[in-house]
């Protein structure tokens, strides 16, 4: 990769000829760069320069006077002419010919027999593209492969990004029991979706939250949502029945629920007076000085910050933490 770097910064992309009869043929290039080279000049495209006719220069054929013709270009999307030569040149075939080559007439030497381009089935162009297994045919499917792995490859490597992360959460979570955070929202398409998050306790003992899928739903019905979820969890080797569902579980044990319910009444107590509120700081901080000073509580940078009382939410618990 290095090396590669290292001769392509040897290499100006952005000076590369444009002209057909000057530029250096691809099998030139060191093999390592040539697909570089090759996209570069796709990026740029087949060199068309669109002349008056009369700046096309005639060529003497017996008593016939005869020049390129800016209209081929519509006809032959691949044709290139050479201003240098006054010659015509095959963009497909410059890019994919190879030294072993021995016909470069569309390539190196360039083709000016104009008198044989406009001469029905016998027409050079046609003879030059040939049948399903020409050399022409097979630099046109090579040129297509290249293009489409120029357009794809920031989705793969994306794809393939995306992939490493889930199986990097799925590690996380392991064999433990999870629970899981869906929303809905629409996409720039207006599709409906569904964004699912994972909670779980990792083996540290820390709680975690991971985004973990977006699933393309056609509805946001109960049963399309836990179809498409059950999906997503079997794909990804999450059981099912590891999966917990808090919120369900709070409201059927009253102590849970009671638990709750006065700890909200806390929370409002306590944030609804700013006398209490600074109390209740500046007798936790004494307490964090006191941890500290033990060793019972590390510093650091980002560590022991003061922060809010969190209320309970609906789709999950977040219990109240006061630091600083």
């Known amino acids: 990769m290095f090396l590669q770097q290292y001769i392509l910064s040897e290499i100006d992309l952005a000076s590369l000829e444009r002209d057909p009869g000057l530029r250096r043929p691809i099998w030139k290039y060191p093999p390592n760069v040539r697909d570089d080279i090759r996209k570069e000049y796709i990026r740029l495209g087949a060199y068309q320069p669109q002349l008056r006719k009369d700046q096309y220069p005639p060529t003497e054929f017996g008593n016939q006077r005869r020049r390129f013709q800016a209209s081929w270009f519509n006809t032959f999307k691949w044709l290139e002419y050479s201003i240098a030569k006054d010659a015509a040149f095959c963009f497909p075939c410059y890019l994919f010919e190879n030294d072993a080559s021995s016909q470069h007439a569309f390539t190196i030497d360039g083709f000016k027999s104009w008198k044989r381009v406009n001469d029905n089935e016998r027409c050079a162009f046609l003879v030059h593209i040939g049948g399903s297994y020409s050399p022409h045919k097979k630099a046109i499917k090579s040129l297509k492969g290249l293009k489409n792995v120029t357009r794809h490859i920031d989705k793969v490597i994306n794809c393939q990004s995306l992939e490493e992360v889930r199986n990097k959460i799925r590690n996380e979570v392991g064999d433990s029991k999870f629970c899981i955070l869906v929303d809905e929202a629409i996409d720039a398409s207006q599709k409906e979706q569904m964004a699912i998050v994972l909670r779980f306790v990792d083996v540290y003992g820390v709680i975690r939250e991971r985004f973990f899928y977006i699933v393309n739903v056609i509805d946001t019905t109960s049963s399309t949502l836990k179809k498409e979820l059950s999906n997503v969890l079997t794909r990804n080797n999450l059981s099912i029945q590891n999966m917990r569902a808090l ?12 638990f709750f319910s006065m700890l909200a009444n806390v929370v409002n107590i306590v944030t609804g007076s700013s006398k209490r509120l600074s109390e209740l ?14 060793g019972e509580c590390e510093t650091g940078r980002g560590l022991n910050q003061i922060g809010n009382l969190q209320r309970a939410g609906s789709t999950r618990f977040a219990l109240p933490s006061f630091t600083k």
């Open 281 to 294: 700081q500046t007798t936790h901080g004494i307490e964090v000085d006191h941890s500290v000073a033990s």
């Open 247 to 258: 919120v369900g579980a709070a409201e059927k044990q009253d102590y849970v629920w009671k």
